[in-house]
């Protein structure tokens, strides 16, 4: 089946430091990727839309300038955190739905612990 | 605004018992709905998709209805067994391609 690969799993940051996360679709290409954020015992909040090509759309409350998204292929998508604080510290993940899918895939997540 | 809400937040069963997960969605308007499960600090395991024109889904020991004009969804889970446990989330989405929005997740612990 489709898969989305996301990296690292895991992040410890110093607070001020920037931190990519990569999203990669292996065996499909994704024109459209989805990032989320997840804090503890809460759902999924949808933080912006990844076009390839093109610039993201980012949902109310989110800032474009911290959070900066580059989708330059049809295979990857990464979020940069940038000067990254303690209240960044959450859980992001990204997802993305295969061609000629009707539902979509997740990647595994990502930890970021700024300290 | 769709709003997505589960019932229970969280349940507590003993192996071997059927259960059953609620999602309500306040827009009937969707596209599709689908189960998620997770587990603790990992990413969404696709579990079911139903269509807006469909009324359930079935895999294994999991069954998925929709009850679309009454913005109502159910997840059974039959003979459930420890490894069963995890958080499930169901999520809906307006179009082919859109924004799924989620809601907040029932956790379930399946005792031995």
């Known amino acids: 089946g489709a898969v989305v690969s996301q990296h690292p799993s895991r992040v410890i940051c110093k607070s001020g430091t920037s931190v990519k996360i990569e999203c990669r679709s292996l065996?499909?290409?994704?024109?459209?990727m989805f990032w989320y954020r997840q804090f503890p015992k809460q759902s999924l909040m949808l933080m912006a839309t990844?076009?390839?090509?093109?610039?993201?759309?980012?949902e109310q409350g989110v800032e474009k300038d911290k959070f900066l998204i580059n989708h330059a292929s049809l295979t990857l998508s990464t979020l940069t955190v940038t000067s990254a604080h303690p209240e960044d510290s959450s859980f992001y993940i990204c997802?993305?739905?295969?061609?000629?899918?009707?539902?979509?895939?997740f990647g595994s997540g990502t930890r970021l612990t700024v300290v | 605004k769709q709003e997505v809400t589960q019932i229970p937040a969280a349940l507590s069963v003993p192996e071997g018992e059927n259960l059953v997960l609620n999602c309500s969605f306040t827009?009937?308007?969707?596209?599709?709905l689908q189960w998620f499960r997770q587990d603790p600090g990992k990413g969404l395991t696709s579990l079911l998709l139903?269509?807006?024109?469909?009324r359930e889904q079935t895999s294994g020991r999991l069954n998925a209805s929709l009850d679309k004009s009454s913005g109502r969804s159910t997840l059974y889970i039959a003979a459930s067994q420890p490894g069963d446990s995890a958080t499930y989330l169901c999520?809906?989405?307006?179009?082919?391609?859109?924004?799924?929005?989620f809601g907040e997740g029932t956790q379930l612990t399946v005792n031995p």
């Open positions: 065996d499909f290409q994704a024109t459209t």
């Open positions: 827009d009937s308007a969707i596209y599709n």
């Open positions: 999520a809906v989405s307006p179009g082919r391609g859109s924004r799924l929005t």
């Open positions: 139903i269509q807006s024109s469909q």
């Open positions: 997802s993305a739905r295969p061609q000629g899918a009707y539902g979509y895939t």
């Open positions: 990844s076009n390839e090509g093109s610039k993201a759309t980012y």
